[in-house]
T-cell receptor, first 112, second 113 residues
Framework: DGGITQSPKYLFRKEGQNVTLSCEQNLNHDAMYWYRQDPGQGLRLIYYSQIVNDFQKGDIAEGYSVSREKKESFPLTVTSAQKNPTAFYLC???????????FGSGTRLTVV | DQQVKQNSPSLSVQEGRISILNCDYTNSMFDYFLWYKKYPAEGPTFLISISSIKDKNEDGRFTVFLNKSAKHLSLHIVPSQPGDSAVYFCAARSGGSNYKLTFGKGTLLTVNP
């Protein structure tokens, strides 16, 4: 089955630690995206990548970093510089020419 | 600056009745609009979409209407079912090479049996 996989589903980290969220897709999609969901805030774009080895900042990129070394993978690192890292993180991908995204099932990150 | 607005955080309707979810936008460059449905602790799933050159798109119980002059779109669900209870996000695409979707804050729809 083709799809987009985010792991783990739940993640706990201590304040001050960097943490990397995994996102893998086997849909052969070119573009990949990271969004963050907070209560009452909707989905806000963190980073996106249209092709391998290239990515752009979204609306709330501060405190985050990404890489796109392979078409299938787009990991997101939440650094200690991110002031409010506790949130639900969603990864998405899109086939070139398509309008909509396919979303993963999300990772709930809790920083204590 | 919120370019896609869903002003109703929640909506409650009776099973079998019509649900109408609204969305307003400010960016005239948006050329494609989508609705996504989301259950708790899951990723959003695509529901229905509409191009800016159309004013209506229908798919089974779901119809999306677009009023470009008012920069307003709405999602109609008829008849509403308890399984439709979820958060609905309106999203808009701006044209150009850097493709990305801008989402509203969502509306929680509750369909009561």
């Amino acid at each position: 089955d083709g799809g987009i996989t985010q792991s783990p589903k739940y993640l706990f980290r201590k304040e001050g630690q960097n943490v990397t969220l995994s996102c893998e897709q086997n849909l052969n999609h070119d573009a990949m995206y990271w969004y963050r969901q907070d209560p009452g805030q909707g989905l806000r774009l963190i980073y996106y990548s249209q092709i391998v080895n290239d990515f752009q900042k979204g609306d709330i990129a501060e405190g985050y970093s990404v890489s796109r070394e392979k078409k299938e993978s787009f990991p997101l690192t939440v650094t200690s510089a991110q002031k409010n890292p506790t949130a639900f993180y969603l990864c998405a991908s899109r086939h070139q020419g398509a309008y909509g995204y396919t979303f993963g099932s999300g990772t709930r990150l809790t920083v204590v | 600056d919120q370019q896609v607005k869903q002003n109703s955080p929640s909506l409650s309707v009776q099973e079998g009745r019509i649900s109408i979810l609204n969305c307003d936008y400010t960016n005239s460059m948006f050329d494609y609009f989508l609705w996504y449905k989301k259950y708790p602790a899951e990723g959003p799933t695509f529901l229905i979409s509409i191009s800016s050159i159309k004013d209506k798109n229908e798919d089974g119980r779901f119809t999306v209407f677009l009023n470009k002059s008012a920069k307003h779109l709405s999602l109609h669900i008829v008849p509403s079912q308890p399984g439709d209870s979820a958060v609905y996000f309106c999203a808009a695409r701006s044209g150009g090479s850097n493709y990305k979707l801008t989402f509203g804050k969502g509306t929680l729809l509750t369909v009561n049996p």
